[in-house]
């Protein structure tokens, strides 16, 4: 069974999704979830984008099956690491996926990021602050949307091209592969085909640098967007060589 390993419901700032509606989307495409709250410590937006894993235990705990799994999405920062740390030991979380989404405390999803800046300055400090970040950050099961930037990055071709970066983009990967820490294949950026193409390049040298396995998620915040595209997310991982998992109680499940 194909499992969607990033889901955002009502415990995430930026999603009004209920987890009764996760499940009933998730039952309809015979998948598996992982939710992944958002948990961004030190945002700089007081009070957004952390939630309560006490709360989020209590109340989510008789939903929890094979098929519906409890996980957290770690924003990573250097001046969290062991903040965050200390919340990963102390709930029991199935799995924990790590993300780059500030850079130098700046949301990358604003356009202040970007201003006055060129795309090569600003990927670069994006790769070199996920660079740290994964060094710090050797708890997480799977990095999260290597490709973010793109999303948000505001040029005329925002594209992520891997043979631009590849001094960087090497680093992360050989680090993830050192560190056992898998890498995810997200596809909210999968309705154009030029994406699909980019960030396969990413995922074949993640293979030849020694990376075995990927979880696969769609980063929804809306009952339709979950498992989109889940199905090519998988055909890339097979066509790369890499083996789809799912973490349970932060152990490696194949799909
Ligand atoms: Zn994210
Ligand atoms: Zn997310």
């Known amino acids: 069974m194909l499992f969607d390993s ?6 995430s700032t930026d999603s009004k999704m209920w987890i009764s509606e996760a499940i009933e989307k998730a039952e309809e495409l015979n998948i598996g979830l992982i939710l992944t709250e958002h948990m961004d410590i ?12 006490e709360e989020y235990f209590k109340e989510y705990e008789k939903y929890k099956s094979n098929k519906l799994l409890l996980g957290i999405e770690l924003g990573m920062q250097p001046n969290c690491v062991l903040e965050g740390k200390k919340i990963i030991e102390k709930y029991p979380f199935d799995y924990v996926l790590g993300s780059i989404h500030l850079v130098d405390g700046i949301d990358i999803y604003l356009e202040n990021y970007y201003k006055g800046r060129s795309k090569k300055e600003t990927f670069e400090m994006y790769f070199k602050f996920m660079l740290d ?18 999303r948000y990055a505001r040029y005329d071709d925002s594209e992520l091209i891997y043979e631009d970066f590849y001094e960087y983009i090497d680093e992360i990967l050989k680090t993830a592969v050192q560190k056992n820490i ?3 294949i997200n596809t909210r950026r999968f309705e154009s085909n030029k994406s699909i193409r980019n960030v396969q390049k990413i995922y074949k040298r993640f293979y030849e640098l020694g990376g075995r396995i990927v979880t696969l998620g769609s980063d929804s915040h809306q009952k339709g967007q979950i498992g989109y595209k889940l199905d090519i997310a998988k055909d890339m ?14 152990k490696p499940e194949y799909i």
């Open 182 to 184: 898998a890498l995810e």
């Open 6 to 11: 990033h889901i955002h419901t009502e415990f």
């Open 133 to 150: 970040c994964l060094n710090a950050y050797t708890f997480i099961d799977s990095l999260a949307h290597i490709d973010y930037i793109s």
């Open 237 to 250: 991982a097979d066509s790369c060589g890499l083996k789809a998992v799912y973490y349970k109680n932060r």
């Open 42 to 53: 030190n945002y700089p937006e007081k009070d957004s984008f952390i939630f309560s894993p």
